[in-house]
């Protein structure tokens, strides 16, 4: 998962250097060292609402998608998670978006989703990202 692991590095303490680029970008997810920005789970099966929000980030994401070019065998990842409420959708550009390996894309996507079950992460609860 080395790929989705940089992509979030770079998005949670360089958030300049992500794209699509934005001036003033200040991505979610940073609850360490003095900052306090938690990123909050989004389960679209819970209502119309998070349905809604789902939906957003995904075409958000997939818009931002189209402005890069992909290497053989990768995937756009995107930061904060799709899975989140603070995603690409939220319309504010506080987002980054990058091809990554389709391997670890989905490996960290399916380890997301396991965590979120087993630590019974609900619909709007609050968490952050660590990545040393």
């Given at each position: 998962?080395?790929?989705?692991?940089e992509?979030?590095?770079?998005?949670?303490?360089?958030?300049?250097?992500?794209?699509p680029?934005?001036s003033?970008?200040?991505?979610?997810?940073?609850?360490?060292?003095?900052?306090?920005?938690?990123?909050?789970?989004?389960?679209?099966?819970?209502?119309?609402?998070?349905?809604?929000?789902?939906?957003?980030?995904?075409?958000?994401?997939?818009?931002?998608?189209?402005?890069?070019?992909?290497?053989?065998?990768e995937?756009?990842?995107?930061?904060?998670?799709?899975?989140?409420k603070?995603?690409?959708?939220?319309?504010?550009?506080?987002?980054?978006v990058?091809?990554?390996?389709?391997?670890?894309?989905s490996?960290?996507g399916?380890?997301?989703?396991?965590?979120?079950?087993?630590?019974?992460?609900?619909?709007?609860d609050?968490?952050?990202?660590?990545?040393?």
């Amino acid at each position: 998962m080395k790929g989705v692991a940089e992509h979030v590095f770079e998005a949670l303490y360089a958030p300049q250097l992500t794209y699509p680029p934005k001036s003033d970008k200040d991505i979610p997810g940073n609850i360490w060292k003095g900052e306090f920005q938690p990123i909050h789970r989004n389960y679209p099966g819970f209502n119309t609402s998070s349905q809604t929000v789902a939906l957003l980030n995904r075409t958000a994401k997939d818009r931002a998608c189209r402005g890069l070019s992909p290497g053989t065998g990768e995937q756009c990842d995107e930061f904060p998670f799709a899975s989140t409420k603070e995603g690409a959708g939220r319309g504010d550009g506080n987002f980054s978006v990058r091809y990554v390996p389709q391997t670890d894309n989905s490996t960290a996507g399916a380890r997301l989703s396991a965590w979120y079950g087993k630590d019974r992460i609900l619909n709007g609860d609050a968490y952050g990202i660590f990545v040393d």
